[in-house]
Nanobody, 123 residues
């Protein structure tokens, strides 16, 4: 059974930082596309970024230069380092996976999801 479990969310002031973690089980997490999506109530879940099996990363424009995705193969853990957070970054953040893909498009939809971790940025 595939399970993705996020942690590290919380409440920070604008300009602060958080590091989210995603622990994967039941999946070869080094394969395919791994990344993060986020969703605010009443809005569409939107893509934040991917890391491919070749460790190539790509990001949505609204987080580029502020967020960094990294992967540690041992332990099947994915990270989202969020720096210089803005109030508009407030959302539920979801870890996601799409096994089998080699190229990770911004329009790809994940096959597996975590339950989410809340990030709240205040001013």
């Amino acid at each position: 059974q595939v399970q993705l479990v996020e942690s590290g969310g919380g409440s920070v002031q604008a300009g602060g930082s958080l590091r989210l973690s995603c622990a994967a089980s039941g999946i070869t997490f080094t394969d395919g596309c791994k990344g993060w999506f986020r969703q605010t109530g009443g809005k569409q879940r939107e893509w934040v970024g991917w890391v491919s099996s070749g460790r190539t990363t790509n990001y949505a424009d609204f987080v580029k230069g502020r967020f960094t995705i990294s992967q540690v193969n041992a332990g099947n853990t994915l990270y989202l380092q969020m720096d210089n957070l803005k109030p508009e970054d407030t959302a539920m953040y979801y870890c996601a996976a799409l096994p089998g893909a080699s190229f990770c498009s911004s329009y790809y939809w994940p096959k597996f999801w975590g339950q989410g971790t809340q990030v709240t940025v205040s001013t």
